[in-house]
């Protein structure tokens, strides 16, 4: 990454941080091809919202800003005090574990609904074990992950689904 992209880059979310009243420091790290910045705050949750929502919409703005800029072409996400990596780490427990029930069971085991970078998560997650695969179904905000045993399934019609923790 070029530096003046990234410097770019914290400056506008620094901006538009203290145009919405927010103190914070924004810090850098590199992760699969990408610059994350990470937003270190004591209002932490107002920035995340109900499972990252907020998070999500801040990105799309600051993805706006520096579209602006001509710095559309710029690979970064945007976390806040590492909720994107923790929230990573309880997505593959729970897929590890959805993963084991539809090896067990030989039934396709369905998640609950995600975003698309929590699915993406899964998928890659998934990608790992050769007897399962996953494919994203629903629309909108009930679409989810289900996952398939390559071995057949008792039964066609029958999904397994896991409640929202």
Known sequence: ME???IDTAKQVLL????KMGFAAEVFERSKENQTVLNIKTADAQLLIGKQGANLEALQYVVY??????DL?????ALDVDDYKE???IYIKEIARKAAHQAR???????????NGYERKVV????SLFSDLTSESVGEGLDRRVIIKNSKPPKSDELFEFIENS
């Open 123 to 126: 998928h890659n997650y998934l």
């Open 3 to 5: 530096r003046s992209n």
């Open 15 to 18: 901006e538009l941080l203290a």
């Open 72 to 76: 559309d072409g710029f690979a970064f």
């Open 86 to 88: 923790k929230r990573e």
């Open 64 to 69: 706006l800003l520096l579209k602006r800029k």
């Open 104 to 114: 067990t069971s030989r039934r396709s085991v369905g998640l609950p609904p995600m």
